[in-house]
């Protein structure tokens, strides 16, 4: 495959008047943000409305013109940031480019091996630590294969994109394609994050977390497994326990995973290590009363837990139990997060201690089911796809890594996970978890 870039521009907000506005302030979630840019990547089959020559279409125009408004109504998303304080020069824009790949989309993404491929498409590397503190908080790539599809590739810079956050921005440049401009509700709330979890002057630099997530030294892989409906519910029932009675699919998937990284790490290391599972948890909806889905920031808390393997067998169940008290753990009162500041950094810097020195392991899990769905119609239909792409396997920063997304099946999850190649291949020759796990996903490719 071979992508060339035909043009790279910077996308300015649709007002002119955007500098008359204050900084808009991070909130201390935001600042403990991760400094790194997480992708994305919409796959649509060639639009019906438009011709082979897509370039002189209005496709493009349309495209360009609508990320304007957006940018407009989420303004800090065309910012730069300043000191981890606060975003402003709102007329910065976002760098866009777009970009001619060889072949065909429908064999592009039926090699489902090669998902570092995919970060060919993107408009910078994903999941390395950033440096540069002005660097934009958002970047868009648009892909033209030469079947006429199309991969709308988009990067966002952790600092103030969440998952949610990102939801909401896609759906309102979705809609401002559409012509659609009142179609979502208006992000009031941008000053929610802030406010309720008011910055920090001096934030501690241990507490950006470098060295915890960024210091692992390992090459990676990334695969996409996917678990159907059965597998799932069979994995329900083995998670129920009596303090569990009744656990979501999420949990008992993530438990499920977590347990065969362990038992990957084992493999490698061939020691009984303590294995700490960060997971990210939505606070909108713990907020008393809820924050709705377009309030933007990192509104998020981070579940870490720890399991100490004590003998061969790991119990799903128990995995589960423990992963349930770590979420449900995690603080949703400003006050009660800004109070337990010092005891979280604490424990962090403990985790970091333990997983530098090569005394335990670290998994990082995010769950997009109930946020990013990659369902967005920009006025073509909704897209065939929605991944993410690999871990590039020259990054040896980032620590182990999963996501949960929706996968196309009918109530299936596609699990993408990134382990050092060793830990990668235990779990690819892995009998029991390949009972459960598809590592290749079904694609309707007459519909892509």
């Not at 934030?203 to 390992?218: C, H, I, S, T, V």
């Given at each position: 495959?071979?992508v060339?870039?035909?043009?790279?521009?910077?996308?300015?907000?649709?007002?002119?008047e955007?500098?008359?506005?204050?900084?808009?302030?991070?909130?201390?979630?935001?600042?403990l943000?991760?400094?790194?840019?997480?992708?994305?990547?919409?796959?649509y089959a060639?639009?019906?409305?438009?011709?082979?020559?897509?370039e002189g279409?209005?496709?493009?125009?349309?495209?360009?013109?609508?990320?304007s408004?957006?940018?407009?109504?989420?303004?800090?998303?065309?910012?730069?940031?300043?000191?981890n304080?606060?975003?402003?020069?709102?007329n910065?824009?976002?760098?866009?480019?777009?970009?001619?790949?060889?072949?065909?989309?429908?064999?592009?993404?039926?090699?489902?091996?090669?998902?570092?491929a995919?970060?060919?498409?993107?408009?910078?590397?994903?999941?390395?630590?950033?440096?540069?503190p002005?660097?934009?908080?958002?970047?868009?790539?648009?892909?033209?294969?030469?079947?006429?599809?199309?991969a709308?590739?988009?990067?966002c810079?952790?600092?103030?994109?969440?998952?949610?956050?990102?939801?909401?921005f896609?759906?309102?440049?979705?809609?401002f394609?559409?012509?659609?401009?009142g179609?979502?509700?208006n992000?009031?709330?941008?000053?929610?994050?802030?406010?309720?979890?008011?910055?920090?002057?001096?934030?501690?630099?241990?507490a950006?977390?470098?060295?915890?997530?960024?210091?692992d030294g390992?090459?990676?892989?990334?695969?996409?497994?996917?678990?159907?409906?059965?597998?799932i519910?069979?994995?329900?029932?083995?998670?129920?326990?009596?303090?569990?009675e009744h656990?979501?699919?999420?949990?008992?998937?993530?438990?499920?995973?977590?347990?065969?990284?362990?038992?990957?790490?084992?493999s490698?290391?061939?020691t009984?290590?303590p294995?700490?599972?960060?997971?990210?948890?939505?606070?909108?909806?713990?907020?008393?009363?809820?924050?709705p889905s377009y309030?933007?920031g990192?509104m998020?808390?981070?579940?870490?837990n720890?399991?100490?393997?004590?003998?061969?067998?790991?119990?799903?169940?128990?995995?589960?139990?423990?992963?349930?008290?770590?979420?449900?753990?995690v603080?949703?009162?400003?006050?009660v997060?800004?109070q337990g500041?010092?005891?979280?950094?604490?424990?962090l810097?403990?985790?970091?201690?333990?997983?530098?020195?090569?005394?335990?392991?670290l998994?990082?899990?995010?769950s997009?089911?109930?946020?990013l769905?990659?369902?967005?119609?920009?006025?073509?239909?909704?897209?065939?796809?929605f991944?993410?792409?690999?871990?590039?396997?020259?990054?040896?920063?980032?620590?182990?890594?999963?996501?949960?997304?929706n996968?196309?099946?009918?109530?299936?999850?596609?699990?993408r996970?990134?382990?050092?190649?060793?830990?990668?291949?235990?779990?690819?020759?892995?009998?029991?978890?390949?009972a459960f796990?598809?590592?290749?996903?079904?694609?309707?490719?007459?519909?892509?």
């Amino acid at each position: 495959m071979e992508v060339e870039i035909t043009s790279k521009q910077m996308v300015k907000p649709s007002s002119s008047e955007l500098h008359l506005l204050e900084p808009f302030k991070l909130s201390f979630l935001d600042q403990l943000g991760t400094s790194m840019y997480t992708p994305g990547i919409l796959f649509y089959a060639k639009p019906s409305d438009c011709d082979s020559n897509i370039e002189g279409s209005q496709f493009l125009d349309r495209l360009k013109q609508s990320l304007s408004k957006a940018l407009t109504q989420f303004y800090p998303a065309a910012g730069r940031l300043k000191n981890n304080l606060f975003i402003t020069d709102f007329n910065e824009g976002v760098p866009y480019a777009e970009a001619r790949v060889t072949g065909r989309l429908s064999d592009f993404i039926q090699q489902t091996d090669n998902l570092e491929a995919m970060n060919l498409l993107l408009p910078c590397p994903p999941f390395r630590y950033i440096q540069d503190p002005t660097t934009p908080q958002l970047a868009v790539q648009v892909n033209i294969f030469d079947c006429g599809g199309i991969a709308l590739a988009f990067c966002c810079f952790h600092k103030i994109f969440d998952a949610t956050t990102a939801y909401a921005f896609l759906n309102s440049w979705a809609a401002f394609s559409r012509g659609s401009n009142g179609a979502i509700p208006n992000p009031g709330l941008l000053g929610a994050s802030s406010r309720l979890f008011p910055p920090m002057d001096l934030m501690p630099e241990n507490a950006a977390m470098k060295r915890l997530f960024f210091n692992d030294g390992r090459r990676k892989m990334t695969r996409s497994f996917v678990f159907d409906a059965n597998a799932i519910k069979t994995l329900v029932l083995k998670a129920k326990s009596k303090s569990l009675e009744h656990p979501s699919r999420a949990l008992a998937l993530s438990a499920f995973l977590w347990k065969h990284a362990i038992q990957a790490s084992r493999s490698v290391s061939a020691t009984l290590k303590p294995a700490f599972l960060c997971y990210a948890v939505n606070l909108r909806p713990k907020m008393k009363p809820q924050l709705p889905s377009y309030s933007i920031g990192n509104m998020f808390g981070m579940a870490i837990n720890m399991y100490n393997p004590v003998g061969k067998d790991i119990e799903l169940s128990e995995l589960a139990y423990l992963l349930r008290e770590a979420t449900e753990g995690v603080p949703s009162d400003p006050q009660v997060v800004l109070q337990g500041f010092k005891t979280l950094t604490e424990q962090l810097s403990h985790v970091e201690e333990m997983v530098s020195k090569g005394d335990a392991e670290l998994l990082c899990l995010s769950s997009l089911l109930n946020t990013l769905d990659g369902n967005e119609d920009f006025g073509w239909g909704k897209p065939s796809l929605f991944s993410i792409p690999g871990i590039d396997t020259q990054n040896r920063e980032i620590s182990n890594l999963m996501y949960l997304k929706n996968a196309r099946q009918h109530k299936a999850i596609e699990a993408r996970v990134s382990l050092s190649e060793k830990e990668m291949g235990f779990l690819e020759r892995d009998a029991h978890f390949l009972a459960f796990a598809s590592p290749h996903p079904y694609f309707h490719k007459t519909k892509i």
